[in-house]
């Protein structure tokens, strides 16, 4: 089915670890983007990009970098987990121009210890 | 920060009853989407309204908009069991309504009563 697959759903980390949170989507959207999202605090946005090559920061996006070598990928990378990075992430596309809505990821689950 | 604000922030009801949630934000956008998350799961696309609309209609669901207030309303009529979740406000304020940056809300969590 088409859509947009994250992977792991859930992680443990320790402190200090890093890891690639891994995103891919098959609709070939230019457009994708990271939220976390924390109870009582909505969505934010991590990093978002246009295009392969072209990645740019959000609200959020002290402790993460991003690529994007392909249009169909786009991993997050955490460099040293803390435990405020423990978080729901999700990934989402979207074709841009189109004005429509976006397609979301069922969500990594990161516990940071 | 959010841009959009959903009121109430949880509402409960009987099935077949109507569901209203609000939205309201701050700046000018280009469109308002909402979404629907069950629990544990991804969020949902549900409709977009644009800044020159005002009013649309999804099978159950009807939103409205009023920029003047710079509001929106999440109309959900004849509830079901299955519409329990959260409901999210986003909105698109990016310059020439490219569409990149969504800003959600926090959500409404409804809960539908069999």
């Known amino acids: 089915n088409a859509g947009v697959t994250q992977t792991p759903k859930f992680q443990v980390l320790k402190t200090g670890q890093s890891m ?14 990271w939220y976390r999202q924390d109870p009582g605090m909505g969505l934010r946005l991590i990093h978002y990009s246009v295009g392969a090559g072209i990645t740019d920061q959000g609200e959020v996006p002290n402790g993460y ?4 070598s392909t249009t169909e990928d786009f991993p997050l990378r955490l460099l040293s987990a803390a435990p ?19 397609t979301f990821g069922s969500g990594t689950r990161l516990t940071v210890v | 920060s959010q841009q959009g604000e959903e009121d109430p922030q949880a509402l409960s009801i009987q099935e077949g009853e109507n569901a ?16 629907r998350q069950n629990s544990g799961r991804g969020l949902v696309h549900l409709i977009l309204i644009r800044s020159n609309e005002r009013e649309k209609h ?4 009807r939103v409205t908009l009023d ?13 079901r069991a299955a519409d329990t979740a959260s409901y999210f406000c986003a909105t698109d304020a990016s310059s020439g309504g ?11 969590l409804l809960t539908v009563n069999p």
């Open chain 2, 98 to 108: 490219s569409n990149y940056k969504l800003t959600f809300g926090k959500g409404t």
């Open chain 1, 20 to 33: 690639t949170l891994q995103c891919a989507q098959d609709m070939n959207h230019e457009y994708m983007s």
């Open chain 1, 65 to 68: 970098n991003v690529s994007r």
């Open chain 2, 20 to 35: 209203t949630m609000n939205c309201s934000y701050k700046t000018s956008i280009n469109n308002l989407q909402w979404y």
């Open chain 1, 84 to 102: 405020s990075q423990t978080s729901v992430y999700f990934c989402a596309s979207s074709s841009l121009g189109s004005g429509g809505g976006y």
């Open chain 2, 58 to 61: 999804s099978g159950r669901l």
């Open chain 2, 67 to 79: 920029t003047s207030k710079k509001s929106s309303s999440l109309l959900i009529t004849a509830s």
